[in-house]
């Protein structure tokens, strides 16, 4: 009967067709972030079975990294989605909307402070955000530490050996994810700009005049291919961005290592290599015509800076659909920072896919045939925003800096979230 079924409609279709039949899938999430995470609670509102698994061996295991804008014509929809907008509320920042742009000399060019009910772009920190969405999931829904080494046929194999299955994949395992390998070769390019992360905590008394600097919200100190940011975070901490146009070997080529291919550099013993001290005196003489003011950023910070290469996919990424396997967010689309959209759209993402594989258990409807369309969805949204934001980050970095005519005005870009929130729910009432 099966050789009789491959033979007539291929193996894939086959797989197509089973998945139709299933009343109540199980769904593997793989990755733990703002997209993977979203998508679990709202599929557990729907009651459908899901299980995330990340590599990382808690919530809090490492850094997770500065503060993240949710738009009100996505982010925010999502929390909506999942239930959380109160508990959005109370840890969102609306004060951190501001924003102020210097010349390498600190004079100001350009200064914003929204008022403290704007609400189209609100912040929050990424691991306040990552801690929200765990902490409603049904206990024990996270296996932490599972890095999964590879996908097949909606079989999950992780690094320390141990095999799922599910019915469906979610890969919502970030920029560098490998379950997106099994659907397309595209990988990410690096953009020509690199951000080395700078820290400062207990800023009102330790670090007064980077608070000052930063106000409630960002700063961004723009020269010719190089940008000083400061941007505010919850608990009196500020983070820094020490950002330029370089090659992506400039570590290794500064003499500090060989180089590893993303950014860093390895010493002799094959492990990641950090010289502060000398990071901080290539910076320094990179940034020479900041004044000393803005040069506090180099000087006072208390991490080990870090670097951060940008990298983003090709626009449009795209891949044949296969059925059992689909993706959200940075493993989909990766792109630049520039214009706030990866977390966004991982948000969106989550809450869609989830949004439809609810409705399909409801109604009966082919699972196979809810994803098609959403990756359609998905993949043509992600390939606008991504090439917006790719073009954004080249021209800022560009020689002779960044047009001030081209930086994106709030109110219009709050006027515009507003706008497209509106249309959104109108759509899929
Ligand atoms: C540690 C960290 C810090 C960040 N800091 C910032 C920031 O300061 N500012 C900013 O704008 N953006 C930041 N980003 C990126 C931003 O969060 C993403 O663009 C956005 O959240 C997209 O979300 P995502 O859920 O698609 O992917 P991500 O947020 O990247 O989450 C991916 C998750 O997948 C897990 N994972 C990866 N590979 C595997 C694997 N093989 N097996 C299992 N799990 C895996 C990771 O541990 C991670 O939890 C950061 C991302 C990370 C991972």
Redesign the pocket.
């Known amino acids: 009967m099966v050789e009789f079924a491959e033979r007539s409609f291929g193996k894939l279709e086959i797989m197509e067709k089973i998945l139709t039949n299933i009343a109540n899938p199980s769904i593997a999430i793989?990755?733990?972030?703002?997209?993977?995470l979203v998508a679990a609670r709202v599929l557990q509102l729907g009651g459908v079975d899901v299980t995330v698994?990340?590599?990382?061996a808690s919530l809090e295991s490492?850094?997770?990294?500065?503060t993240?804008d949710l738009h009100a014509d996505s982010g925010q929809i999502a929390v909506e989605d999942a239930q959380l907008a109160e508990e959005f509320a109370a840890l969102a920042r609306p004060e951190g909307q501001a924003h102020r742009l210097l010349d390498p000399q600190g004079a100001v060019l350009m200064e914003q402070t929204p008022a403290l009910d704007e609400t189209a772009a609100p912040e929050i920190d990424?691991a306040q955000l990552r801690r929200m969405l765990a902490e409603s999931l049904i206990p024990n829904t996270i296996r932490w530490g599972?890095?999964?080494a590879s996908v097949n046929d909606a079989t999950l194999t992780f690094e320390d050996g141990r095999v799922e299955t599910a019915d469906l994949v979610i890969g919502?395992?970030?920029?560098?994810?490998?379950v997106r390998a099994v659907l397309t070769d595209a990988v990410p390019i690096y953009t020509g700009v690199t951000f080395v992360e700078a820290l400062f905590t207990n800023v009102t008394e330790s670090h007064p005049d980077i608070a000052a600097l930063v106000g409630d919200g960002h700063m961004w100190a723009n020269g010719d291919g190089k940008t000083l940011v400061l941007q505010r975070n919850s608990g009196d901490v500020v983070r820094g961005y020490i950002s330029f146009r370089v090659e992506l070997d400039w570590l290794a080529e500064a003499g500090l290592g060989a180089a590893d291919g993303r950014g860093g550099v390895l010493d002799s013993n094959g492990t990641s290599a950090t010289h502060t001290e000398r990071v901080r005196a290539v910076l320094r003489d990179r940034f020479a015509e900041f004044s000393p003011e803005l040069l506090r950023v180099i000087d006072d910070t208390e991490g080990t800076l870090p670097s951060r290469p940008i990298f983003a996919l090709p626009t449009p990424t795209t891949w044949a659909h296969r059925p059992g396997i689909t993706l959200?967010?940075?493993?989909a689309h990766?792109m630049s920072?520039f214009g706030?959209n990866?977390?966004n759209l991982?948000l969106l993402d989550g809450a869609e896919i989830a949004r439809s594989i609810v409705n399909a258990v409801r109604t009966g409807t082919a699972i196979g045939d809810v994803v098609r369309e959403y990756e359609e969805r998905m993949v043509s949204r992600g390939a606008t925003l991504g090439k917006a934001a790719n073009d954004a980050i080249a021209e800022h970095y560009a020689i002779g800096g960044p047009d001030l005519d081209s930086i994106p005005n709030f109110d219009e870009a709050a006027d515009q979230w507003r706008a497209n929130a509106a249309e959104y729910r109108a759509s899929r009432n």
Do not use: E, K, M, T
């Not at 793989?30 to 993977?36: H, M, W």
């Not at 919502?172 to 490998?178: I, K, L, N, T």
């Open positions: 793989v990755g733990a972030g703002p997209g993977g698994y990340d590599a990382d490492r850094d997770q990294g500065g993240l990424r599972r890095r999964l919502a395992d970030g920029a560098w994810s490998r959200v967010g940075d493993a990766v920072p706030g990866g977390v991982a």
